[in-house]
């Protein structure tokens, strides 16, 4: 027999897929960067984006700003997993080392904190060999509004 806490995390577990599938249906940025969504549990999401030629600076690298995106994007969904619209409040990154065109890069994104209508996310974005390229701490705040239907079994 499963217990309540068993259901109760199944329940929210269904509810940050169908919240990260309903974001992800109006998320033109994301998709035209390429990235792609590799998981997604309540107050945690991993996307990843290979690296285009068309996204490396004058360095011959990616562009921080995309390695920025691909964070921001994984903080997005890990704080949108609960019906609440959230939005970023604050954001910084640390860059650790350079990522060439080519390279697939992962963001995991983990809720480090919960309260009232703010949150603290800390992403960390790897490379292909799992070496750490960057590091990214977003704090969100919710807004009005939710992302399923009202309508919606998994709403209410």
């Known amino acids: 027999m499963e217990s309540r806490e068993a259901r109760s995390g199944a329940a929210a577990q269904t509810m940050a897929q169908a919240c990260a599938a309903a974001m992800w249906h109006d998320d033109r940025a ?42 921001d994007s994984a903080f997005a969904f890990a704080c949108n997993s609960y019906n609440q619209r959230a ?27 919960k309260a009232g209508r703010g949150g603290i996310y800390d992403v960390t974005v790897r490379d292909s060999k799992n070496v750490v390229v960057a590091e990214f701490r977003g704090h969100s705040r919710t807004i009005s509004g939710e992302l399923l239907p009202p309508n919606s079994t998994l709403a209410q």
């Open 87 to 113: 939005v970023a409040q604050q954001c910084a990154v640390t860059f650790i080392r350079a990522v060439a065109a080519g390279e697939t890069l992962t963001a995991h994104a983990i809720e480090r904190s």
């Open 30 to 71: 994301s998709k035209a960067l390429g990235m792609s969504i590799q998981r997604v549990a309540p107050g945690e999401a991993v996307l990843a984006m290979t690296v285009r030629p068309d996204m490396t600076n004058g360095h011959d690298i990616c562009h921080g700003g995309f390695i920025f995106t691909l964070a």
